[in-house]
């Protein structure tokens, strides 16, 4: 039986009084792309930092290859927090567009991309300033390579961001909106195979969205509950749409 690239079982999470996650339970397969969809304050930014332990959960487990993250479980069954390096590592191969962004602000776009390919992937420069030039060019921000993020508008920023992720080739992306600044030409799925990590071999993605829009370039669909207590999700293939482009 192939292990899913992400599996939830029973995953919970509270601020405080506020339970935010209750009981949910999410498999994404490999090479599946997953759209969760919910209005705000429904819990799924929550799942998604949860997905790479940036939030941790108070209950159930997250396993991504049929590895356990964020936490070890001692012999007598009590966990306990996984070793930071670890944790570094399992995190080299989980990408993230933040909902918002999150470029570094004394960094060009160019350097944005770069960054991370030389500290965390050991690029050379010239490979990682190679690859780096590509992905920005697949997103349509070539002109943009030298240009601040003060200097670039919020869709372009988001689009930085993009090619940021994707340019580390991971095996599993995690997206917050990632079209929430987008105007409707990048918005379209129809923009995407060019910046897709589906080039990537086994690669997953998991899409944060609050309404259907975008659904068609995903899988499947999961409906999160309106009642922000509560993140059962259900599953559902993908239809029409919602019409956009």
């Known amino acids: 039986m192939t292990v899913p690239m992400i599996e ?7 601020f405080g009084t506020h339970q935010v996650l209750r009981g949910l339970d ?3 397969a490999r090479s599946e792309v997953v759209c969760l969809i919910g209005p705000s304050g429904s819990g799924k930014s929550t799942l998604l930092r ?3 332990f940036l939030e941790s959960y108070d209950e159930g487990e997250v396993r991504i290859e049929g590895e356990l993250i964020g936490y070890d479980i001692d012999a007598d069954g009590r966990r306990r927090p996984m070793a930071p390096g670890r944790l570094r590592k399992m995190r080299c191969e989980i990408g993230m567009v ?3 962004f999150n470029l570094w602000p004394h960094m060009t776009a160019l350097q944005n991309v770069v960054e991370p390919l030389r ?4 690029l ?3 490979e990682a300033l190679e690859r780096a030039a590509d992905m920005l060019k ?5 002109d943009k390579a030298g240009a601040h993020p003060q200097r670039l508008s919020g869709g372009q920023q988001q689009r930085v961001a993009i090619a940021r992720a994707l340019a580390m080739q991971p095996r599993l992306m995690l997206f917050d909106e990632p079209t929430s600044a987008l105007d409707t030409k990048w918005a379209s799925p129809r923009m995407w195979p060019t910046a897709s990590p589906s080039s990537t071999p086994a690669a997953s993605s998991l899409r944060v969205r609050p309404d259907r829009c975008f659904t068609r370039a995903a899988n499947r669909a999961c409906g999160s509950s309106c009642r922000p207590t509560t993140t059962a999700m259900r599953s559902e293939g993908i239809g029409a749409g919602c019409g956009c482009p």
């Open 98 to 100: 933040f909902q918002h």
């Open 124 to 126: 050379a420069r010239d």
């Open 50 to 52: 949860c997905v790479n």
């Open 26 to 28: 999410l498999d994404v």
């Open 119 to 122: 500290r965390v992937r050991r």
């Open 138 to 142: 697949r997103v349509g921000l070539a």
């Open 8 to 14: 939830m079982r029973a995953v919970g999470k509270s």
